[in-house]
């Protein structure tokens, strides 16, 4: 566990305030940012969201969840018909350009919005679906995200097939890298604190947590919500940064792409979950120059990185080198 | 039937059917307030099905348990707990990945006042509640003398330890009545001694009445008060461990089986 966290998740305000401050300065300060790298940290911060929420459901609550994606679809295309439709025409005498006062300031509660949908929407699948276990579920997640997918496909309003195009560019770093600390730093305080500790006994052991007294379908429904919630922030994010969305960027392929940095960064281990997210979005980057080659490579790598567990070669490595942490009986 | 007025816990006719597999017949059971009673029987006689109806893992097919006159039958085990009654398990059942200290605070989980929002934002009333489950939990663990192993992963106690874990792990759930699911499994004489006197304290200093699945006679013969002797899913005997004793069906059933072939 990475100690020098401690601090900042004793004090809230801290986290929050450093979390923020440095999507400030790299939204200000980062003019030398050439575009393609700037879109590279996008991608980076909007995984991280993505793979730190589908943690909370399967590395800390041990639920098995195949549709993250469509969660993220949900608050994808939710946000984009706000930013698209609902708010020029319910404002316009407004400017709604990507980097236009308007469109920042409504992007929050457009990207907030997108989030409740999506939890929502898990909460419609995970009410009845969280009774099951195992293998049960994963085939309900899977169902859902399929499902979402084909309505999707087939709502014309939104494009159908073909997609929406011409999403407002709203997303900066400073979004993007706010709300990625926003999240990791939501996750680590939820996980370490009485209440959180249930989602880690469910996982352990359902049957004895309910013989203390812990609704366990409430909390993998939470977990499941919440996870859902923050995949929708991400969704609006990733829209408003592509600007183009279409039912198959969110297919089961892309909740399995968030499975592996989950499982990468060690499952229950937010902050190695995150640092496998930036990992894998540099190496699909990294890997673009080989065309065909590149699914090959990739899970080449990946198989690499599950047997040599640099995560744990890395920890000792990392505690010389991180200030404040102290051995295990802290 | 010790005393009268209202059981803590009782069980009226409960049978339990899997399929055309009768668990248990027609059993019924009291328990009065701060009571130690022993559950008896060879293996397979449905100790552990009892236990599971007690506790709402499974619901009977016939029959109700009420707990202070109020049913009971077939509530979710979380309700089941959150009413009063704690348990352990036979095969341990610790969260393998907590520490020692996070173990024993899963059980007030369900007590817990703050909202998720408190949680994330780290309140006041979020922290003056961490600190007072924190210091309730290491009170519990000190008594039970594991307050040394507080940091340790659950895993890696010793067996005895682990046991003792799980009943501090129930008693932290703050219950009026604890099952004890044979306790003493597995356990050498001086843990099995150590039991006893466990036992007699949490009866001394929390009031808990206790019903406890047990195998090892004289574990049983020695502490509890009354005995319900079970057989083949149905109620043999019941009484003091001396009439229990004296029992000509118990002695066919049991205790003669301990000298004779051992039945599975």
Redesign the interface.
Known sequence: MFHSSKAL????RLALAVGIGIAVLLQLGGGWIDPYTTQVVLFAAINVILAVSLNLVMGETGQFSLCHAAFMAVGAYTSALLTGKALPTLLPHLSWTGSSWASQVFFLPVLLIGGFVAALSGFIVGGPSLRLRGDYLAMVTLGFGEIIRVLLQNANFVGGARGMEGILPATNLFWAVGFAVLTVY?MI??VR??????F??V???E??????????TRVKV?AFV?GAFFAGVAGGLYAHAVEFISPEGFNFLRSFEIIVMVILGGL?RPVGVAIAAILITLLNEWLRDLSQYRMVVYALIIILFMILRPAETLRPLLSRVLPGRKS??S | MTSAGTPLLEARNCSLRFGGIAALTDVSLRIDKGELVGLIGPNGAGKTSLFNIL?G?YRPTDGEVLLEGRPVTGL???RI??LGV??T?QNI??????DVR?NV????????R?G?LE????GKK?RS??RE?QEEGRRLLAYFGLEEAS?LPSRSLPYGDQRRLEIV??LA?RPRLLLLDEPAAGMNPTEKEELKQLIARIRAEFGTAILLVEHDMKVVMGICERLVVLDRGSLLATGTPAEVRADPKVIAAYLGEQHGEEES
């Not at chain 1, 049957?207 to 366990?216: E, N, P, Q, V, Y």
């Not at chain 2, 949680?119 to 780290?122: A, D, Q």
């Open positions: 998740i004793r004090n809230p939501t305080a939820l604190s009485t209440y959180g500790r249930g880690q006994a996982r352990d052991d049957i004895a947590a309910a013989a203390m007294g812990i609704d366990t939470t919440i229950g295990a009986a | 506790t893992v979710a085990p979380h707990n959150r704690a348990r398990f059942r610790l969260f393998g990945s907590l996070m605070r899963t059980s007030f989980i369900a007590r817990l703050g998720l949680v994330v934002r780290r979020f509640e961490e489950i940091i792990r129930a759930t």
